[in-house]
């Protein structure tokens, strides 16, 4: 399940799609009635949006460090402060730093200092040997990460419905299917009055996912 703390950015990335929902940051109200909604999984911790703009970030990962949730945040490294990423530390969070054009040596390798080789990750945003070799350097793991349009063509034409399994909670309180909806198109309850609602079938993945 996705939890989106903001949908604000500082990049705007070619190729980026999150939409034009108005900027939001997710309350502890908010949030709190959006981890009800959680089971036995891991939560994402981040949406359409770069979560340490929220300043609630760490308030929420010792929430759910505090109900025994599992819980990852992918960052793209550029507006995080040493207090945060100390509290979110101690709070059992894992890290995942998105290396994208914009991405600042420094502030990625202090980050990587702050944590020691605990529990972050370097995911590129496309195939970067680059940001592989840097990762190996800092001592953090690396995920490289490829085009995957022709897997994902392959998987939507397999399964006609249902195609998503990762709920979205956008930073506004509103539920969609999908953790691709980037615009609210599968939007279908709120956390005030999700209790009796049904996540519907995806009838158009393929549109959201391609």
């Known amino acids: 399940m996705y939890i989106e703390p903001t949908n604000r950015c500082q990049l705007v990335c070619k190729g980026c799609n999150r939409g034009k929902r108005p900027n939001a940051d997710m309350s502890m109200g908010t949030f709190k009635k959006a981890v009800e909604l959680v089971k036995d999984e891991i939560v994402e911790l981040y949406g359409h949006g770069e979560p340490f703009l929220n300043p609630l970030l760490p308030q929420m990962g010792e929430y759910l460090n505090e109900k025994g949730i599992k819980y990852r945040i992918s960052t793209n490294c550029l507006s995080w402060t040493p207090d945060q990423v100390n509290r979110l530390i101690k709070a059992n ?13 420094r502030k990625v390798k202090a980050f990587a200092c702050l944590c020691q080789g605990y529990s972050a990750i370097i995911q590129p945003i496309g195939a970067n040997k680059k940001a592989e070799e840097f990762a190996l350097s800092l001592g953090l793991k690396c995920i490289p990460k490829k085009d995957g349009t022709q897997d994902l063509k392959e998987l939507a034409e397999q399964r006609k419905v249902s195609f998503c399994q990762n709920p979205l909670v956008y930073a506004d309180g509103w539920v969609t299917t999908c953790c691709r909806d980037f615009s609210g198109k599968n939007v279908f309850a709120n956390v005030d009055n999700f209790k009796d609602k049904k996540a519907p079938d995806c009838k158009d993945c393929k549109d959201i996912w391609l």
């Open 93 to 105: 969070a894992h890290f995942i730093l998105s290396w994208v054009k914009e991405t600042d040596i």
